[in-house]
């Protein structure tokens, strides 16, 4: 998935999309709308045009989920509700440990 970068102000905002780069190897194009329309001048090289995302892509099965799943929805949702400060970080968020 291409996008904007992420927290980045640019005299352009590419329009996001996702390209199956698997077997496409040719440069992609990014389209793109310029936000100032009285822009005038180059794009200093080095820039950050577009922000790649990847992400898997396997084949899935649709599954609905039952009515106790929706009374965890809204425990953990008036659980959240309950902390004024730091809600997910205290209650939810699970540390990680990376190798």
Do not use: C
């Amino acid at each position: 998935m291409f996008v904007q970068p992420f927290h980045r102000e640019s005299v352009f905002t590419i329009l996001p999309g996702i390209v199956d780069t698997d077997k496409y190897s040719p440069p992609i194009n990014f389209p793109f709308v310029l936000n100032d329309i009285n822009f005038t001048g180059l794009i200093p090289a080095g820039t950050p045009i577009a922000q790649v995302i990847p992400f898997k892509r396997d084949s899935w099965n649709l599954k609905f989920g039952k009515e106790k799943d929706i009374l965890k929805i809204t425990s953990d949702h008036t659980l959240l509700r309950s902390k004024f400060f730091d809600g997910y970080k205290t209650l939810f968020r699970q540390t990680k440990e990376y190798k």
